[in-house]
């Protein structure tokens, strides 16, 4: 049904530059920077965009989720709450999308992906070390539900950056170690992926000839940069997703003012 609103050269763009931000994402974080502004910039309606960005994405968080819960690499309990509050929050922000038009939805992205990607090139050096036990349960359970709803309510308007800024908030906020953050943010973002993708596909908006292919080199491309995660990837990786995305950006604003 959809398949006849892109041509096969603009497919093959979107499978490459959707592999790419998983590649991006496994390797250093941020590759929902370079997914969402390529969809836009394909001139498709931008509600469609975002639900077969959000299939795509979910699609590659299950499979990042699955390796930090077979390792073991999580708080559970913690994970959990942060995620029903992320899918609650999720859902609220993808419904909010659906009332706003298209250009509406273009100039938030064009203001806020810029902020995103400001935000993760400039965060330090996160933690190894595991000061959870610090911060009484009760408190780290309630932290746990704001940081879940703020968090879900940014992915559901926006996306990019949002397992970036879930494992700085669980890193300053809980004090968790980087890895066991890193786990608790794939749980949170599977959460707030699957709460939006369950909104656009009861809305019709999820073109799954479309995002089928994009899912496929999205999982591939994580496979590949879970590979090549390693300690010095993500000084690698960073600076051309810095130039990426400056691309797409000059692009879609050319479009918008045009």
Same mark, same amino acid.
């Given at each position: ?79 959990l709450i942060a995620a029903a509050a992320s899918f609650a929050g999720s859902t609220l922000g993808s419904r909010l999308v ?34 959870? &036990? ?8 309630? !932290?746990? +539900? #704001?940081?879940? $709803? *703020?968090? @879900? ?13 879930a494992i700085i908030a669980f890193t300053s906020v809980l004090k968790f170690d980087l890895r066991t953050a890193s786990g608790?943010a794939k749980v949170l973002n599977l959460a707030s992926n699957y709460a939006s993708l369950i909104t656009y596909i009861g ?27 390693? &300690? ?8 051309? !997703?810095? +130039? #990426?995305?400056? $691309? *797409?950006? @000059? ?8």
């Amino acid at each position: 049904m959809f398949m006849n609103l892109v041509s096969w050269p603009t497919l093959a763009f979107l499978c490459f530059m959707v592999g790419l931000a998983g590649f991006v994402d496994a390797s250093a974080g941020g590759g929902g920077l370079i997914s969402l502004p390529a969809y836009m910039v394909t001139g498709l309606p931008v509600h469609l965009l975002y639900g077969a960005n959000k299939f795509s994405s979910a699609c590659g968080t299950t499979f990042a989720s699955a390796m930090f819960f077979r390792s073991g690499a999580l708080d559970l309990q913690v994970a959990l709450i942060a995620a029903a509050a992320s899918f609650a929050g999720s859902t609220l922000g993808s419904r909010l999308v659906l009332l706003l038009p298209g250009e509406v939805l273009k100039i938030m992205v064009l203001v806020m992906l810029p902020i995103a990607a400001l935000i993760i090139f400039t965060q330090r050096k996160l933690p190894e070390e595991d000061r959870s &036990s610090q911060v009484p349960r009760k408190k780290a359970l309630t !932290l746990a +539900v #704001v940081i879940g $709803l *703020l968090i @879900g309510l940014y992915d559901g308007l926006v996306g990019p950056g949002t397992g970036t800024f879930a494992i700085i908030a669980f890193t300053s906020v809980l004090k968790f170690d980087l890895r066991t953050a890193s786990g608790n943010a794939k749980v949170l973002n599977l959460a707030s992926n699957y709460a939006s993708l369950i909104t656009y596909i009861g809305a019709g908006n999820v073109p799954f000839a479309l995002a089928i292919p994009c899912a496929v080199c999205n999982i591939l491309g994580a496979i590949l940069g879970s590979h090549f995660a390693l &300690s010095k990837g993500g000084k690698f990786i960073r600076p051309m !997703l810095l +130039v #990426v995305l400056v $691309l *797409l950006l @000059g692009k879609m604003a050319m479009d918008l003012l045009g």
